[in-house]
Structures are given as structure tokens and as C-alpha cells.
């Protein structure tokens, strides 16, 4: 990958809020990327009754890469997470690939080092990979802007990667983003095989109904916290007994590390 000037993008990111590097991956690339992801959703799509809830939040130290599926007023949804912490699963080995060394590009954007995430902080932040499917029977993801749960939050400079494409794989919605002047605009509308999207995730996009063929595939690196808590009890409670005064033990405990960490 040829990554475009950075001081280019980030000029365009405070303009617009928003920055499509075109034909940052190259055919070839794009391609085995695409096929990946498309296998993948093919092959697991065996009864979405039996995935748990699509993960959005409620990150914890250690967890098992998950897919999962909702359907509600929110979103519906198709998604994979994949953690640093876990051994990449073969039939996505590229994509994951990919996906980390432009998060690593993207961290030096918004000035941190390129590895940064892709390891516990000692503020608890990472950055994981999401690979979701919006379904050809009208996937969707309401209206909203992105935000993390801390007060010393780093930039929100997002990536996206479309894998299947508008009037292509799918016939009506897409991926739109509402700019610096508040202009509605049709991202998806825009993106060719093989474009990178960067964009400000604090301002406000969607995923609009998707109807027609594959659906909308799209890649996503996502910067979060996990919960405090599981990296505290994950390696220090192992083998304790867990009755009652034992539990009120363990929150003393916890009490005293946040108070003095």
C-alpha cells in the first residue's frame, strides 16, 4: 500500500470531515480481501438464530472473538470481532492484515504510535477489528455520532474499507455521513474497489436500508476501553472461593486498586 501525505489528509479530515484515499489498496488486494469476506458471511450464515446479540460495546480483557446478530430499531446486523489478543482465524487472515496496518497508519495520523491499541493501555484503550455484513433484506444502522467513554478521549479518526459496493452487490442504502456544513452525503456513492474512507466518527453517519443481492459488506477498525474491571478480576481472583464474604472481599479490593492505580 502506497499511503497517501498525511499532512494532505488531515487537511481535508478538518475541512470536510472526511477523506477518500482512492485506490489505496491495490487490485489484487482488494480482491482477496473481498473474496474473504464474502466466504466468510456465506459459510456462518447457517441460522442466525443460533449467534448471539452482535457485539457493541462491553468490551472485556480476553474475550473470544465473536459473531453476532440483532435485529432491532437500532441496527440490523451481522458482525464479526476480532481482538489482538486471539490468533487470527485463517479464512480471514488477510483481511485482518489490512485492517491493522491501516490502523497503525491511521494512529500516526492523529499523532500516537503506529502500535498503539494494538496491545491493553494502561488507560485500558485498544482497537479491534469489525467485519460486518448489513443484509440484502434491509440491514441498517441508525443515525448517530461515535464517542468514547472517558474524558480524556483521543481523536475519533475512523477507517473504512467497502467490500461489496452500491449498484453493484446491492441496489438501495449505503454508508452515509453528514459533513462539517451538515451536508447529507452519499459515501457509498463515491467509493471504488479498492478506496480507503477516513472520516471523523464524531460527526453524525448511518447506514441507510440495504435491499438487493450480496448486501453491504464493510471493514472497520474500532478504537474502545475495555471494562476495567475483567483485567482486574481476569488475574487476581483465579481459584478464590466465591461465596458471600469472599465477594465483598474482592470489591474492597477492587475499590482499593481503582482508588490507588
Not at 74 to 98: H, T
Amino acid at each position: 500500500m502506497n499511503f497517501p501525505d498525511k499532512d494532505f489528509i488531515i487537511e481535508n479530515i478538518k475541512k470536510k470531515g472526511y477523506f477518500i484515499s482512492k485506490g489505496l489498496l491495490s487490485k489484487e488486494e482488494y480482491q482477496i480481501i473481498r473474496k474473504e469476506a464474502i466466504n466468510y458471511f456465506h459459510n456462518k450464515q447457517v441460522s442466525k438464530n443460533k449467534f448471539p446479540k452482535a457485539l457493541r460495546g462491553g468490551i472485556k480483557a480476553g474475550m473470544e472473538d465473536i459473531l453476532g446478530y440483532t435485529s432491532n430499531e437500532k441496527w440490523k446486523i451481522l458482525r464479526g470481532c476480532f481482538f489482538n489478543w486471539n490468533r487470527n482465524p485463517n479464512e480471514l487472515s488477510e483481511i485482518l492484515k489490512i485492517s491493522r496496518e491501516i490502523s497503525s497508519f491511521r494512529n500516526e495520523l492523529i499523532g500516537l504510535k503506529s502500535d498503539y491499541g494494538s496491545f491493553i493501555e494502561d488507560s485500558n484503550y485498544i482497537q479491534y477489528s469489525s467485519l460486518s455484513l448489513y443484509p440484502s433484506n434491509g440491514g441498517f444502522l441508525q443515525k448517530h455520532s461515535d464517542g468514547h467513554a472517558k474524558k480524556n478521549k483521543l481523536n475519533l479518526l475512523h477507517f473504512k474499507i467497502e467490500l461489496t459496493h452500491k449498484n453493484a452487490d446491492y441496489s438501495e442504502g449505503g454508508f452515509y455521513f453528514w459533513d462539517r456544513e451538515g451536508n447529507e452525503i452519499c459515501i457509498s456513492s463515491l467509493i471504488n474497489p479498492g478506496d480507503v474512507l477516513f472520516f471523523d466518527g464524531s460527526l453524525n453517519h448511518e447506514i441507510k436500508p440495504i435491499k438487493g443481492e450480496i448486501g453491504r459488506i464493510g471493514l472497520f477498525e474500532i478504537p474502545t476501553y475495555v471494562e476495567e474491571k475483567s483485567r482486574f478480576r481476569n488475574y487476581s481472583d483465579i481459584g478464590e472461593p466465591k461465596n458471600f464474604f469472599e465477594k465483598i472481599k474482592y470489591k474492597v479490593k477492587y475499590n482499593f486498586f481503582l482508588k490507588n492505580k
